[in-house]
Nanobody, 125 residues
Framework: QVQLVESGGGVVQAGGSLRLSCAAS????????MGWFRQAPGKEREFVAA????????YYADSVKGRFTISRVNAQNMVYLQMSSLKPEDTAVYFC??????????????????WGQGTQVTVSS
């Protein structure tokens, strides 16, 4: 069993930065691929970024590529999402997720096994 708790959300002006954190519990964390997803009001959940168990492989949605960076510190059971050059369209609830098995560039949200409760990010124009 893995429990995930996100933090770091808030209100920021367009062009600003935020760093989201995801604290994971469970002894298997270091072997699990991790992902960040987001859901804006009235929209479906969408993939943002993912990282494999070692951190050697990362994947990003085209909409955030070059602006967001996903990272992890296995010794601390932590995953981060550094968000820069934020835009109003980045406003959403951001969720951290964990999955068993291999991470691929095509891995979708339905393949993730554990989810956090989410943290709100609001970007004002």
């Amino acid at each position: 069993q893995v429990q995930l708790v996100e933090s770091g959300g808030g209100v920021v002006q367009a062009g600003g930065s935020l760093r989201l954190s995801c604290a994971a519990s469970g002894r298997t964390f270091s072997s699990l691929p991790m992902g960040w997803f987001r859901q804006a009001p009235g929209k479906e959940r969408e993939f943002v970024a993912a990282i494999n168990w070692s951190g050697a492989s990362t994947y990003y949605a085209d909409s955030v590529k070059g602006r967001f960076t996903i990272s992890r510190v296995n010794a601390q059971n932590m995953v981060y999402l550094q968000m820069s050059s934020l835009k109003p369209e980045d406003t959403a609830v951001y969720f951290c997720a964990a999955k068993y098995g291999v991470l691929r560039s095509t891995t979708g949200g339905s393949e993730y096994n554990y989810w956090g409760q989410g943290t709100q990010v609001t970007v004002s124009s």
